[in-house]
C-alpha cells in the first residue's frame, strides 16, 4: 500500500519571540524542518513526503534546502488559514488505498520505531495515534470551579497521527470546527475508530525558546 | 500569619538510573533540593521551611549541606510510605494560624512571583493550586476506547499547592486513597473549594534524565 507522509509547518512562530518561523530555526546545525523530513526518509526512502507551507515561506524553504543541500525528496503543498486547513491541501495531493501519517514539522524527534507502529496499527485498524502518559496532575475547569481528574484515566496525544486514506479523505469532508484539535478528533467526529499506540518520551513539539533548548540537548543524547 | 514550606523529597530516584535520588541530583554545581529550598528563602527568610526526606537519607543530606556551606534554616521530618504519609509527617510539625505550600523538592524553578501569588491566593480564599494550559491534544481512556477531549476545558498542576493550615489539617483526616494525586485532590475531597493561580512554565518537576538536561538549560537561561 502507498505510505504517505503530510508534514504540517503552518506556523508562523510568533510565540518564539524570533525573526524566523520556528520549523526554520537550527537545530544542531539545520533547521528542525530537516530533521522531521529525515525521519520519514530514514523509516522509508520510498514513501511520498509532502510539505505543508504557507505559500510565504516557501522560496525561503528552497533557498534553505539549496543551502543545506538537502535531498531528501518531498513536495510543497501550499499552508491554508488554519491546520484544518493546511491538511485538507495536503490530503489533496494524495491518492489511491494508501496509508496517511500527519505529523507537526515542529516534532523533529520522531524515530522509525515510532512511524512503523503507527503505520501497522493503522494498516490493521485504520487509525494510530501515538499518546502518552501526563506526568502531571490534572484537573478540568468548568465555569469558575475546577475538578481533580484521575491522570491515568488521560493520554497526551502526539503525532505522527496515522490513517487509512479513505478513512480521512471522509473525515475532513466534515467543516472545519473549533472541537478539531487533532487529526484524531476529525476522525472520531466522522464516525470512526481511533487506536492508540505508544508515543515517545522524545517526541516534543517545539514551541517555546526552552522548547528550542531542551531540543538541542535531546539532539546530543541521540548522536 | 505564619508560613510554612512543606518541601516533599521522598524520591527513590529509581527513574533516574543513577545511583543517588533525583532530589540530590546537582544541577549547576548543587543539588536539586538545594535550588528548591532557597528559592522559599527568598521568597520569604522567615518562613518555616520543613523538608520531608526518608530516613536513609537524611545522614547524606546533613553530609551535603555542610559540603556546600548550605545555610538555608530547615527541620526535617521522616518521609513516609506514601507522598500522602510524607506530607502528613510535614504537617505534624506545623501549628497556629498558618499558610503552607506543600512543594515537589525536585521542582526547583520556582520562584518568588510564583510563591507570592500562591499565599496570596490562599490568605484570601484557603486554597491556591498553580495551574498551567496544556500544550497537547488530550485523550480519555474508557476501558478499551477513547475519547478526544477539549483540552481548554483541563489544566496541568504544579506545586506549590498552597492552603490554610486549617483546612489542609481537616483534608488529612481522610484515610489516604489511590485518587489522591495532590494535595488539592485531598482538600477537594474534603468538601473545601479549589482556587487557581497562573503557574510557570519551567516549574517542571525533574523525573527523568531529560528532564534533568532541560534543568541545567533552563538554569543557564535564568542566570
Given at each position: 500500500?502507498?505510505?504517505?507522509?503530510?508534514?504540517?509547518?503552518?506556523?508562523?512562530?510568533?510565540?518564539?519571540?524570533?525573526?524566523?518561523?520556528?520549523?526554520?530555526?537550527?537545530?544542531?546545525g539545520k533547521p528542525v524542518l530537516m530533521h522531521t523530513l529525515e525521519a520519514f526518509y530514514r523509516y522509508d526512502s520510498e514513501m511520498k513526503i509532502i510539505l505543508v507551507l504557507p505559500v510565504s515561506q516557501q522560496a525561503f524553504w528552497k533557498k534553505l534546502c539549496?543551502?543545506?543541500?538537502?535531498?531528501?525528496?518531498?513536495?510543497?503543498?501550499?499552508?491554508?488559514?488554519?491546520?484544518?486547513?493546511?491538511?485538507?491541501?495536503?490530503?489533496?495531493?494524495?491518492?489511491?488505498?494508501?496509508?496517511?501519517?500527519?505529523?507537526?514539522?515542529v516534532r523533529p524527534f520522531l524515530n522509525t520505531g515510532l512511524i512503523a507502529r503507527c503505520f501497522a496499527k493503522a494498516a490493521e485498524k485504520g487509525s494510530a495515534i501515538p499518546v502518552f502518559e501526563l506526568t502531571e496532575s490534572l484537573r478540568r475547569i468548568e465555569g469558575k470551579v475546577s475538578f481533580s481528574e484521575p491522570r491515568d484515566a488521560y493520554r497526551s496525544v502526539q503525532t505522527p497521527q496515522t490513517f487509512r486514506l479513505d478513512i480521512l479523505k471522509k473525515a475532513y469532508e466534515l467543516p472545519n470546527c473549533d472541537r478539531f484539535t487533532d487529526d484524531a478528533s476529525i476522525v472520531e467526529a466522522?464516525?470512526?475508530?481511533?487506536?492508540?499506540?505508544?508515543?515517545?518520551?522524545?517526541?516534543?513539539?517545539?514551541?517555546?525558546?526552552?522548547?528550542?533548548?531542551?531540543?538541542?540537548?535531546?539532539?546530543?543524547?541521540?548522536?
Open positions: 500500500m502507498n505510505k504517505y507522509a503530510i508534514v504540517v509547518a503552518g506556523g508562523k512562530g510568533l510565540r518564539m519571540g524570533a525573526d524566523i518561523p520556528k520549523q526554520f530555526l537550527p537545530l544542531a539549496l543551502d543545506h543541500g538537502f535531498d531528501v525528496p518531498h513536495r510543497i503543498a501550499n499552508g491554508g488559514e488554519s491546520r484544518y486547513d493546511s491538511v485538507k491541501n495536503g490530503l489533496a495531493l494524495t491518492e489511491g488505498e494508501a496509508l496517511v501519517a500527519i505529523h507537526d514539522g466522522a464516525g470512526f475508530p481511533i487506536d492508540l499506540v505508544e508515543g515517545l518520551r522524545e517526541n516534543i513539539k517545539i514551541t517555546t525558546p526552552l522548547d528550542l533548548l531542551l531540543a538541542e540537548q535531546i539532539f546530543k543524547l541521540k548522536s
